[in-house]
């Protein structure tokens, strides 16, 4: 893809923060049960111009490993999260991957860049025109972005190879996981709305939910997180 990004400036910003986030990576390994990035995910972090997705006032951290502030009460994730979770969710060339929870865009296009091919839905109406406008304005064409309730998933584009949800959910909405293909997998943080006060430890855990080939689903935690909730629609 053919992008302002690499000629903007901060290449170096985008291969410490990299540094950043696989050095997390690696301190975490035991618990995720992931040792390294994949060469994908690595290639699309210093791809992806974060700054463009983070709003003027927060500039100068568009690059630092903590998740900001993007409007509407929600929040851009931190880049070891988006890392982790594109990851987990085996999102590489030629894989069909959604999203819930599209925010400012900045997770699709990493997924996107990794070579997949990604639907993204955003139940805010004014993050969903944003983040579509700044997605096309990038060259992310490829990504398909709209506005829904995300607990629907993306039936009209199913299966998906994978599914990564970046709002937490009460339960795992059963519309993702009958929308996986055989040998997909669901990455989506699961738990209670957090505490801005419990901010690091809400309660929540992000798992891991995998699809066989039977069509059985197996499960497992990767991590205590802490998200924004995932609404009702
Ligand atoms: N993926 C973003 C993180 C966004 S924060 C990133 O790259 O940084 C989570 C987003 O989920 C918020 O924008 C919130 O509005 C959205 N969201 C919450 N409930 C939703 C639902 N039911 N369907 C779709 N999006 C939802």
């Known amino acids: 893809m053919q992008r302002a990004s690499q000629t903007d400036g901060r290449e170096a910003e985008r291969a410490a923060l990299l540094r950043d986030v696989e050095a ?3 301190e975490t390994a035991e618990m995720t049960g992931l040792p390294r990035l994949p060469e994908a995910v690595r290639k699309a972090f210093l791809a992806v111009p974060r700054h463009w997705f983070v709003p003027q006032a927060h500039q100068a951290a568009a690059y630092d490993n903590h998740p900001l502030p993007i409007g509407a009460g929600q929040t851009i994730s931190q880049p070891y999260i988006v890392a982790l979770m594109t990851a987990l969710s085996g999102a590489g060339p030629g894989k069909r991957v959604l999203e819930i929870g599209t925010g400012c865009g900045y997770q699709a296009a990493v997924l996107a860049e990794t070579g997949a ?10 993050l969903a025109a944003s983040a579509a406008e700044r997605l096309a304005t990038l060259g992310y064409g490829r990504i398909h972005a709209r506005q829904g309730d995300g607990n629907k998933g993306w039936p009209e584009a199913a299966p998906f ?3 990564v949800v970046t709002a937490a959910a009460p339960s795992v909405p059963e519309a993702l996981t009958d929308q996986l293909a055989p040998g997909g997998r669901l990455v989506i943080p699961v738990g209670p709305r957090s505490l801005p006060a419990r901010a690091f430890f809400g309660g929540q855990e992000l798992r891991v939910i995998e699809k066989a080939a039977d069509g059985s689903l197996s499960e497992r935690s990767a991590l205590p997180v802490a998200f924004v909730p995932l609404v009702k629609g």
């Open 117 to 126: 091919e990604v639907w993204t839905v955003e139940f805010v109406e004014s």
């Open 161 to 163: 190879d994978a599914i």
């Open 24 to 26: 997390e990576i690696d």
